[in-house]
């Protein structure tokens, strides 16, 4: 519950504004009341937001800012463009590809900034849809990961913005996180070859066992990528996989509405702690159609179950630590998800912006102390 207090998880509603009203519709929505830092001067919806400076924000002598324009920009290549060119002043939260932010942090103008992301540790991983008989094997399952090389893709789609994922949680959840028992799927295409062997899966006249749909999210450009990769991985042991890509909202209904897919790519927000954003993906309860980023895999084990709803209340902390051990040793035996990369967060920002990130919840704490080189 402690963690899950700042203004990220439990955003506070004015009750005398939304009491008794329809939240999804309130004209307030888009012209907010709040005690931050800044107010809303003006809002051009789908392109800009322009804040001013709060004159009666509680904490005296900020924000030290005047004035902050938000602008959308939906596609990646321009926003870094934008802050090269000197047209916008900084990009937050991985928003330009991660070779752009890596490029931009080797030149003497811009500064790259990987702080502010403990609250909010993101991981690339893959559902496998368990209701497809064929991923419902999980011999297959193991086949699939001993084919795919996770550091590849961390080093050459995230350019090492990471680390390769090893357990349904990321490495940043330190006080959880443990390899110790927890089974591994090195690269290896004969032990994948002789396991889609074993589980009755021979190759045919054309070199092909079976197919597959693979949907990589649609937002960035990291998933898709790596969808790419994996493809060709995969036709190395004779699964012929199409990369289906889609915009948002169809992509969101193929995969969580309609169960329309066998493997989807994407990347996620896993939590500060495992019971407020991982266990959604292995949770029974969590098995919602209609309700995005659930357990999309369709996995169903009591002992997981279990596990996680006593972790949920437990006060004891070395208790806790174990139960979440034993949930990492088991969802990787079982694998209904294979992560691929502990994404290192990154903010990418012009070297005469100062303090953008000065607490855990990084740039979505207010910028109340940012402030601009003149």
């Known amino acids: 519950m402690m963690r899950a207090l700042d203004s ?12 008794g ?19 809303l001067a003006e809002y051009e919806v789908g392109s800009y937001i322009v804040m001013e400076k709060n004159p009666d924000y509680w904490d005296t002598g900020f924000p030290l800012l005047d004035q902050i324009v938000i602008q959308f920009v939906p596609d990646a290549a321009t926003r870094a463009a934008m802050l090269e060119s000197g047209q916008a002043d900084a990009v937050f939260l991985n928003m330009i590809p991660a070779q752009e932010i890596v490029r931009l942090n080797a030149l003497p103008d811009f500064e790259m900034d990987t702080r502010g992301f403990e609250a909010m540790p993101s991981a690339q991983q893959m559902d496998f849809n368990l209701d497809n008989p064929i991923l419902a094997n999980v ?17 050459n789609v995230w350019y090492g913005l990471g680390t390769a994922g090893k357990t349904p949680l990321h490495v940043d959840q330190r006080e959880y996180y443990t390899t110790e028992g927890v089974p591994e799927y090195p690269y290896d ?52 996989v199409t990369v289906r890509t889609q915009d948002f909202g169809v992509f969101v209904t193929t995969v969580w509405t309609d169960r329309a897919h066998d493997l989807v790519l994407y990347t996620v927000n896993l939590g500060v702690d495992p019971t407020i954003g991982t266990q959604r993906f292995y949770w029974s309860q969590s098995y919602l159609p209609g309700s995005a980023f659930t357990n999309g895999a369709h996995y169903m084990n009591p002992e997981v179950d ?7 209340i437990e006060t004891n902390a070395e208790a806790r630590r174990e139960q979440y ?44 102390r940012l402030w601009i080189d003149a």
């Not at 009203?21 to 107010?39: E, M």
């Not at 011999?139 to 080093?155: F, G, M, N």
């Not at 021979?202 to 960035?220: C, E, Q």
């Open 8 to 19: 990220r998880e439990s955003p506070i509603l004015p009750a005398h504004i939304y009491e």
């Open 21 to 39: 009203t329809d939240i999804q519709a309130n004209p307030a929505n888009t012209n907010p009341v709040g005690t931050g830092p800044f107010k």
């Open 139 to 155: 011999t297959v399952r193991h086949a699939i990961a001993h084919a795919i090389d996770p550091e590849w893709i961390t080093q």
């Open 189 to 240: 295409l004969d032990r994948a070859n002789a396991l889609l062997d074993e589980a009755g899966h021979p190759r045919g006249a054309d070199g092909m066992r079976f197919s597959l749909m693979l949907d990589p999210s649609p937002w960035g450009t990291e998933s898709i990528t790596a969808a790419a990769y994996v493809r060709e991985q995969l036709r190395q042991v004779g699964i012929d």
């Open 306 to 312: 279990a596990l996680l709803e006593a972790a949920q």
């Open 325 to 368: 051990a034993e949930f990492q040793r088991i969802v990787m035996r079982d694998l209904p998800v294979m992560p691929i990369t502990n994404i290192a967060g990154a903010n990418i920002a012009n070297v005469k912006v100062h303090d953008h990130t000065v607490d855990a919840l990084g740039v979505l704490s207010g910028f109340s």
